[in-house]
């Protein structure tokens, strides 16, 4: 049996943007849930910020 690198790294390669190509809908999908959980809160963006994390 030969083996042949090129054609390994061509099937490597499309591998590759395969999943690049799968990565950025979950991502922009995930930001998306995050966004709309974000707005479910209360809580106004400047309230959390001029909030102090620890106890003083």
């Known amino acids: 049996m030969v083996d042949d690198p ?3 790294r061509t099937r490597w ?3 590759l943007k395969f999943f690049g190509a799968l990565a950025l809908p979950v991502l922009i999908l995930g ?3 995050a966004v ?3 707005a479910e809160n209360e809580t106004s ?3 959390l910020a001029r909030k102090p ?3 003083r």
Do not use: G
């Open 53 to 55: 994390i620890a106890p």
């Open 6 to 8: 090129k054609a390994r």
């Open 45 to 47: 963006a400047i309230e």
């Open 31 to 33: 930001s998306a849930i």
């Open 13 to 15: 390669l499309q591998m």
């Open 36 to 38: 709309a959980e974000w």
